[in-house]
């Protein structure tokens, strides 16, 4: 949780929708785990982290690739859940998993990698969901 974007902590609990606590100077607050780079402010301390369990939720992480790239994928009983898919040098992209399963549809990942091209993170990322739905099939 030090908001390093290649840490797998804030990508697994983004992938489970978690809800993390801080207590700051300024007071308590909570943010969702996906916007620990943007609104965590300075001087705080992570009290507690809350995630919603649920039933028939089931989590995949990919990290064969790491660290060019990792992706965690939660999904529940009903075919909902969320894809992060997250690099080395880019903050990780949260997105509903109807998103990423209608890619066929255009939907695109905004990956702005220094190191590695748009194109060949989401050729990748489309394969390890393929390969991840698959184990998730089995469970």
């Known amino acids: 949780m030090a908001r ?9 609990l983004s992938a489970l929708g978690a809800r ?8 308590e607050f909570e943010i ?18 809350v995630i919603p369990l649920r039933k028939g939720l089931r989590l995949d992480y990919a990290r064969e ?5 990792t992706q965690a994928v939660a999904l529940d009983d009903d075919g909902s859940g969320r894809v992060v ?4 040098h880019v903050i990780p992209r949260v997105r509903p998993i109807e998103d990423r399963i209608g890619l066929r549809s255009g939907a695109e990942l905004d990956f702005n990698d220094p190191v590695t ?6 050729r990748v990322s489309d394969t390890l969901l ?3 739905l698959e184990r998730m099939a089995r469970q």
Do not use: C, H, K
């Not at 690739?65 to 790239?69: A, D, E, G």
């Not at 898919?85 to 080395?88: D, H, L, M, S, V």
């Open 117 to 122: 091209s748009a194109s060949y993170l989401q």
């Open 4 to 12: 390093r974007t290649r840490y797998e902590g804030a990508i697994l």
């Open 20 to 27: 993390l606590r801080f207590r700051a100077p300024i007071g």
């Open 65 to 69: 690739l790491r660290p060019v790239i």
């Open 130 to 132: 393929t390969r991840q």
């Open 85 to 88: 898919t997250a690099t080395e």
């Open 32 to 49: 969702a785990a996906e916007n620990i780079w943007s609104d965590a402010t300075p001087m705080t301390l992570l009290t507690a982290i």
